[in-house]
């Protein structure tokens, strides 16, 4: 028998879980859908999120035979099986060949998908897990629309879960009962795999021989055989382990830092671990060392992408990282000062000089008279005011005279005097 997440596979556009940004009312796939005109796609994105079942969706309402074949086994022989059936009446209205795993293909066969999609009698959507960009002939690439496919949240997934109730209790012959925190334990251990979640649902099912089966915590562990761990997003312990993640970083104590992110990272939901490590990198890192925020993105859409198990890993690095660096908390700072002037009504003019001067008649009014182009002086520096009048003698920033913001703070002093 096939698996649940084949028997249950959604057969409307509108059943698809997640990938809002690219599914729904005025989104691109659905007026490709609403024209019924197909072109060459690239879907990029992990496994379970929904890039076969689209293919097909859109090669049955173009009324195309839908073929499709895995690169990690198939060859230039499949292919060709598939091309020669395209003058047949199988394929009256030309096909839809769904590639999976496109990387697999060497140079030789991506070529020799490309000749037979020039015509238009063959309309290639490829797939692949990996960067298209690295692993996907250019000639191809280059005439294919992509598409990324992002991980599916574990709120998507128990909608998902919702919306496909009546048809799970129909393939199974079981009453479904739930209670959504255990539904949500599954789905963050599916690490935005919706195939996988609908895995666990279907273990589940096996592992009860009456016909009501009840998802709750008991059930859960022994579907993922193991203790769920977990918390309330809106509650205490959640704002508790993130707080005290925070801090320990801001602290530099790794060590606690690192128990705090498995406490997070054991829950299963990474999003809310990336969105903190960005804060820290600005909040708390800050201009002490202006590139970990750049690091810190690139080891959260790492994170992201490769999901868990793995992301624990690249997470882990990030917050040693911001751990170990020197702290400085000086742009947080500034920033708020401003915003609280401004609050109180202290803003000021903005000094005639500075003010846009690129319209018909800022002459007349002065706009812009008087401004000092900086790289006009040596060092690429003048003395004049910026500040509103009101503010003229206002200081927002000091520097923290930590890491690299000791160099910054040098380097403006000897320069302004």
Do not use: W
Not at 69 to 96: H, R, S
Not at 261 to 285: F, H, N, Y
């Amino acid at each position: 028998m096939e698996p649940l997440a084949v028997r249950i596979r959604p057969e409307r556009l509108e059943d698809v879980v997640g990938q809002k940004h690219i599914i729904g009312k005025g989104k691109l796939i659905d007026s490709i859908m609403e024209k019924k005109r197909l072109m060459n796609m690239i879907f990029y994105g992990p496994p379970g999120t929904g890039k076969t079942t689209v293919a097909n969706l859109l090669a049955k309402i173009t009324d195309r035979k839908f073929y499709k074949i895995n690169a990690t086994n198939a060859g230039v022989g499949d292919l060709k099986k598939v091309i020669g059936e395209l003058d047949t009446l199988l394929a009256i209205n030309g096909a839809v060949l769904y590639v999976d795993e496109i990387q697999h293909f060497n140079r030789k066969q991506q070529q020799v998908l490309l000749e037979h999609t020039e015509n238009g009698k063959i309309i290639l959507i490829a797939s692949t897990t990996e960067n298209p960009f690295q692993y996907v002939y250019k000639a191809l690439l280059s005439r294919s629309m992509l598409f990324e496919f992002r991980a599916i949240s574990p709120e998507d997934m128990l909608q998902g879960i919702q919306a496909s109730k009546l048809r799970i209790e129909a393939e199974s012959g079981k009453k479904i009962l739930y209670d959504e925190n255990s539904i949500l334990a599954m789905a963050r251990h599916a690490a935005g795999d919706y195939r996988k979640m609908l895995n666990y649902i279907e273990i589940g099912l096996l592992l009860e021989n009456g016909n009501e089966v009840v998802f709750e915590e008991e059930l859960v562990e022994r579907i993922l055989q193991k203790k769920v761990f977990s918390y309330d997003r809106t509650g205490d312990e959640y704002y508790d382990i993130i707080s005290a993640f925070q801090k320990s970083v801001r602290g530099s104590d790794a060590d606690a830092a690192v128990h705090y992110l498995a406490r997070l990272v054991e829950a299963g939901d990474i999003k809310p671990i990336c969105r903190r490590l960005l804060v820290m990198a600005a909040e708390d890192i800050g201009l002490a060392y202006p590139n970990a925020i750049s690091i810190v993105k690139s080891c959260v859409d790492s994170a992201l992408f490769v999901g868990l198990p793995e992301a624990r890993i690249i997470l882990s690095e990030a917050a040693l990282l911001l751990a170990l660096m020197p702290k400085s908390n000086s742009a947080m700072i500034a920033v708020d000062s401003a915003l609280q002037d401004i609050e109180n009504g202290e803003i000021g003019q903005v000094p005639n000089h500075l003010r846009d001067s690129h319209f018909t008649g800022a002459k007349r009014l002065n706009r812009g008279k008087g401004y000092k182009y900086p790289h006009s002086y040596d060092n690429h520096y003048v003395k004049q005011q910026y500040m509103p009048e009101i503010l003229k003698d206002k200081k927002y920033y000091e520097s923290s005279q930590t890491g690299q913001e000791i160099k910054f703070s040098e380097y403006n002093k000897k320069l302004k005097k």
